[in-house]
């Protein structure tokens, strides 16, 4: 609630009636006739100058520092790994149905997008699978049903089907078979993304 537009009422009145505001008519020191916030008795016109100064000094601050930026949020994220991944599951655990109605409303957006992204990924997957794939294809759709009935049993996505050896790489790519696929945790696989795991890494060398 504020005080009605120009009408005078000082701060005590505006207490007494559980204002945010009051207005006293006169003039702050910076000389504009405004409300005045009840907490901190500031003027409503000096806040709002601040945060539009405030504003632009941090516009041009990121954009004489971009490198300096980059190179801060690039050790933060290398040294907070663990702590960033278990606050971004307790964030979806606690606003799952908010997030799915997001990507639902961004995927009819944007179905071209998500169509590419797609025959990519399918493309990445025909390329890593032999040709005796066949032979594993009941195996592989049970792994991909264990997972989605570990998640359903927790409420919420907290397994994925991950690829051991990434089937993307810049040293090796693996394969899309049954010795090369397991479930793990999707905290886990959020910080392995498509990199190699230290053990198989040195195997590989």
């Keep these: 609630m504020v005080c009605e537009e120009n009408k005078v009422i000082s701060r005590k009145e505006a207490i007494e009636a559980g204002l945010k505001r009051y207005f006293t008519g006169k ?3 910076r000389g504009h006739i405004a409300e005045r ?24 601050y990121r954009h004489n520092n971009k490198e300096k930026i980059r190179e ?25 149905e908010g997030i799915l109605k997001y990507k639902e ?32 294809v009941e195996e592989i759709k049970e792994i991909y049903l264990e997972c989605k009935k570990l998640n359903d049993e927790a409420g919420y996505i907290k397994y994925h089907v ?36 230290p053990e198989v890494a040195n195997e590989s060398n």
């Design 162 to 197: 991950d690829h051991v050896i990434p089937i993307k790489n810049r040293k090796v790519c693996g394969l899309h078979t049954i010795s090369n696929l397991q479930i793990i945790t999707a905290e886990e696989n959020l910080s392995k993304r498509n990199k190699l795991l």
């Design 37 to 60: 916030y009840v907490c901190s008795k500031g003027c409503v016109c000096c806040a709002s100058d601040r945060v539009a100064d405030n504003k632009e000094y941090s516009e041009k």
């Design 72 to 96: 801060y949020h690039l050790k933060y994220r290398k040294e907070n790994k663990k702590k960033i991944l278990e606050r971004m599951m307790v964030y979806y655990k606690n606003n799952r």
């Design 27 to 29: 003039p702050c020191k």
């Design 105 to 136: 409303e961004h995927y009819q957006e944007n179905k071209e997008y998500y169509y590419l992204k797609s025959k990519l990924r399918q493309k990445r997957l025909r390329k890593a699978t032999p040709s005796w794939f066949k032979s594993e």
